[in-house]
């Protein structure tokens, strides 16, 4: 006879996952998705940033393998809110948040993050973001290889033009130069990469519920989410 499964409590903290490429509003809808439900928050795109930005400090090549994976392992990088309930990351204790932002991060944190041993070497760290009462993760392998029990598995997209325009909009919001043109050469680049890659890919998995957020305002698509959240 099969021995009864013990959960262990950890098991037992709700997930939500939102997966997608990048531009989608993954990030804002997650966080006010987590605000809302009082739940934890892991924006894991961050870490890959926070690691490629690490890198480039410690001049530590995009083909280095070990290099690399060494650094995931001690990477120090932490995330903290501030008073206005803005979320702010910390890399060596220095803030970086801003930093992370530029595209030419995005587009380094994508190579790297399709090396194998890079992502068995973060995959413990995010999982321990699981903490009751629960946790509103996202990213790319959030619902399939991170959390892949989650409660509610979102992939949540956008036309290509249209998440080139919100990330443009938010860089030019944050003071940070954009080009509209270079910006969707780069996203549409990222995500070739990151559907290809042997590890992780991304793609929805098979239990996610898809919202495509083109023509959709933040509130709308946060709505649409919550009323799954409350179906489970
Ligand atoms: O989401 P964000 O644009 O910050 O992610 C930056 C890059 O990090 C992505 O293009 C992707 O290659 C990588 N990433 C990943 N898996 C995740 C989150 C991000 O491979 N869970």
Redesign the pocket.
Same mark, same amino acid.
């Given at each position: 006879m099969a021995e009864p499964q013990v959960l262990s409590p950890v098991s037992c903290v709700p997930v939500i996952t939102i997966d997608g490429p990048?531009g989608a509003g993954?990030g804002t809808i997650s966080r006010l998705l987590a605000r809302r439900l009082g739940y934890a928050w892991l924006e894991? @795109?961050?870490l890959?940033?926070a690691l490629a930005l690490a890198a480039s400090r410690q001049r530590v090549a995009l083909d280095d393998v070990v290099g690399l994976s060494d650094l995931a392992g001690w990477l120090d990088v932490r995330f903290t809110t501030d008073v206005h309930d803005r979320a702010h990351i910390l890399l060596a204790g220095q803030e970086v948040t801003d930093t992370l932002r530029a595209e030419a991060c995005?587009d380094a944190?994508?190579r790297l993050?399709a090396i194998p041993a890079v992502r068995t070497a973060l995959l413990s760290r995010q999982r321990g973001f699981r903490r009751p009462p629960g946790l509103v993760a996202e @990213?790319?392998?959030?619902g399939s290889v991170v959390f892949p029990d989650a409660r509610l598995k979102i992939f949540l997209t956008a036309s290509l033009k249209e998440r080139a325009r919100r990330r443009y909009k938010q860089l030019l919001d944050q003071g940070i130069g954009a080009n509209l043109n270079d910006l969707l050469n780069e996203l549409a680049g990222?995500d070739e990469r990151?559907a290809a890659r042997s590890v992780?890919p991304l793609r929805p998995s098979e239990d996610a519920v898809i919202i495509d957020s083109t023509g959709l305002g933040i509130d709308e698509v946060l709505a649409r989410v919550l009323r799954l959240a409350d179906d489970v």
């Open positions: 990048g993954k894991s @795109g961050a890959y940033r995005g944190a994508s993050a @990213g790319r392998d959030m990222r990151d992780a």
